[in-house]
T-cell receptor, first 116, second 114 residues
Framework: GAVVSQHPSRVICKSGTSVKIECRSLDFQATTMFWYRQFPKQSLMLMATSNEGSKATYEQGVEKDKFLINHASLTLSTLTVTSAHPEDSSFYIC????????????FGPGTRLLVL | AQKVTQAQTEISVVEKEDVTLDCVYETRDTTYYLFWYKQPPSGELVFLIRRNSFDEQNEISGRYSWNFQKSTSSFNFTITASQVVDSAVYFCALSSNTGNQFYFGTGTSLTVIP
């Protein structure tokens, strides 16, 4: 299989705090991980692509200082939403591939973030 | 430019009916991959199928079947004898030879009524 986990599954935080979301590939090494954001009843919006050991590549319009991504190992990537505000409330989903081009992306279960 | 179009926003069918979800894609690449994912209410995207551009054979997996036609740039998904558990949002996606980014369609929300 290709299992990807995310933690936490849901988080509620106060405005101004930072939230860290972990994404782990449980049974394979993920050279590349992706972070998406999904608003209700909308498609997935790619935020950034991260490769192990290098800086993430952010999509246009995504603030890299706001959404810090670290891909420290072949099985773990983290997304930190810094100084979260209510407009950051969303469903964040990570995915992972084994690294080759056009590889199937396997998705984590997502994290629902609510910023009060 | 890469683009995936899922024109059907919402579909409702009665249980046991067959339903086809449409997917039309655009790409200039000769090598590309097409995917279907299912997103149930829980939120997790479940991988259903991956098809490369050189393989136009239709595929059947249980009640699921896929019709890939390069001539019309379509990769349609049919569920036969639909069940309530099939209720979900289904996304079609394209991955091109120029990178490993996925281009997702806007999704089709399927509701199967018991």
């Amino acid at each position: 299989g290709a299992v990807v986990s995310q933690h936490p599954s849901r988080v509620i935080c106060k405005s101004g705090t930072s939230v860290k979301i972990e994404c782990r590939s449980l049974d394979f090494q993920a050279t590349t991980m992706f972070w998406y954001r999904q608003f209700p009843k909308q498609s997935l919006m790619l935020m950034a692509t991260s490769n192990e050991g290098s800086k993430a590549t952010y999509e246009q319009g995504v603030e890299k200082d706001k959404f810090l991504i670290n891909h420290a190992s072949l099985t773990l990537s983290t997304l930190t939403v810094t100084s979260a505000h209510p407009e950051d409330s969303s469903f964040y989903i990570c995915s992972a591939t084994r690294g080759h081009l056009q590889e199937t992306q396997y998705f984590g279960p997502g994290t629902r973030l609510l910023v009060l | 430019a890469q683009k995936v179009t899922q024109a059907q926003t919402e579909i409702s069918v009665v249980e046991k009916e067959d339903v086809t979800l449409d997917c039309v894609y655009e790409t200039r690449d000769t090598t590309y991959y097409l995917f279907w994912y299912k997103q149930p209410p829980s939120g997790e995207l479940v991988f259903l199928i991956r098809r490369n551009s050189f393989d136009e054979q239709n595929e059947i997996s249980g009640r699921y079947s896929w019709n890939f036609q390069k001539s019309t740039s379509s990769f349609n998904f049919t569920i036969t004898a639909s069940q309530v558990v099939d209720s979900a949002v289904y996304f079609c996606a394209l991955s091109s030879n120029t990178g490993n980014q996925f281009y997702f369609g806007t999704g089709t929300s399927l509701t199967v009524i018991p």
